[in-house]
């Protein structure tokens, strides 16, 4: 085992049960925050700025989160490989990945960020957006783009604390970037009136002040995570393998924003404001997926520690811990849903038809978070397993039937023809490869 290796907390030894509670809380606290970035905008958009600037962020939303998953994506492919690097002690081993990671990944991120002015205009105006709503749009996604190398950086480092074990750091960095978010978006907005381009400016100065932060604790707390300058090198070899990890979960997470992409420009047809509740209700789901994703972030990590510690059977144990955890928290929150849709859209807008859309959507959704909830965790086992190309076609045929099928339920339905081809994918994944994780799990998780 390399000099100076860290144990991460009770991961390898402990209770199963209380160690995911623990870990995941700062996560889904953490996520919870990050979505709060875009509440807080839609909030102060439509309360400030009204209803073009409200649709302009809706209809940027999915553009934006596209290129965000490709980012975030490859930061947890990524974090897969330092959990397990870090679980087994090889801390000469995950300093020239970290090193390796960081270069490609800027670099990656750049190339994201152009392509990503470039083309969005084109994407709008093929989905058929307003020219008013489209030059608004667009004046959010300049500047959102030319700060995701910070976004890169911040969520880079975030989840490599995470994988070492420490996930209330990144929180709690978080949590200082979202309270700064709120006063620069009232300050830019409010004070010196800076409209749809304040809000992108204030996103990108609080990713940038998260990233210092955390490369700063990351570095001063975690020997192989800190690089000093003569060893800031590229390795090919280790490139590859970071690849392998990261490329299935960085399209992984893009394939699901460019599915919700491709069903916003069908409901185009609908009209601006019920796209703009629909998105509305896409925020709250989001919302409300910080605890599954959480629970699987934190499920992910635990379950690649203890096999790059050669245990699998407390890695299985940690993936029904999982399950059991993503069941009662998806009960209590389809029950608030439930009751409560239309309250939560008035949020962002009084607009009736804005309201209307939305409440429909989550009110509709919420029968079945129990399926996405569990969903989540399957996910989560086989990435943990690095198993992640496998999770990337899941996906991918998940999102190609919710397509398929909205294509021709959208204009019978609208709002509900939506909900049908989301709730049908989710059940199928559900079965599919939920059932294949069982077979895994007695095939190679029962025995040592």
Known sequence: ??????????ILSGSVNSTLLRFALPIILGNIFQQLYNLIDAVVVGNFLGDLSLSGISVAS???????????????????LIARLFGGGQNT???????????????LTFLISLIGIFISPRILTLQGTERDVCTEAMRYLRVVFLGMPFCFLYNYYASALRSCGNSSAPFLILLASSCLHVGLDLLLVAVFHAGIVGIALSTALCQLF???WCILYACNKYPAL????????????????????????????????IGRLLIQGMLTSLGTLTVTGYNMGMRIEQFAFCFSQGVSAAMVVCISQNIGHSDRIRAGKFYKAGIRTAVCMAIV?????????????????????VIAAGAEYIGIMSFFYLSAFVDEMIQGFFRGLGRLRLTMIASFGQIFLRVLLSVFLIPLYGISGICISVITGWLLLALAEGGYSIYIYNKSMLTA
Not at 93 to 107: D, Q, V
Not at 237 to 250: D, I, N, R, S
Request: include cysteine; hydrophobic fraction near 50%; glycine fraction near 10%.
């Open 1 to 10: 085992m390399d000099k100076g290796f860290i144990r991460s907390g009770n």
């Open 62 to 80: 999915p553009i934006m989160d596209i290129a965000t998953a490709l980012i975030i994506g490859g930061t947890i492919g990524i974090g897969v």
């Open 93 to 107: 081993k995950l300093k020239i990945t970290n090193s390796t990671a960081l270069i490609g990944g800027i670099i």
């Open 210 to 212: 998260s990233a210092v």
């Open 226 to 257: 800190s690089l000093k300058r003569g060893e800031f090198r590229y390795s090919h070899a280790e490139a590859g393998v970071l690849l392998t990890y990261a490329w299935a979960a960085a399209l992984q997470q893009a394939v699901v924003c």
């Open 333 to 353: 929150i389809a029950v608030i849903f439930r009751c409560f849709p239309a309250r939560l859209i008035t949020m962002f807008s009084d607009n009736t038809e």
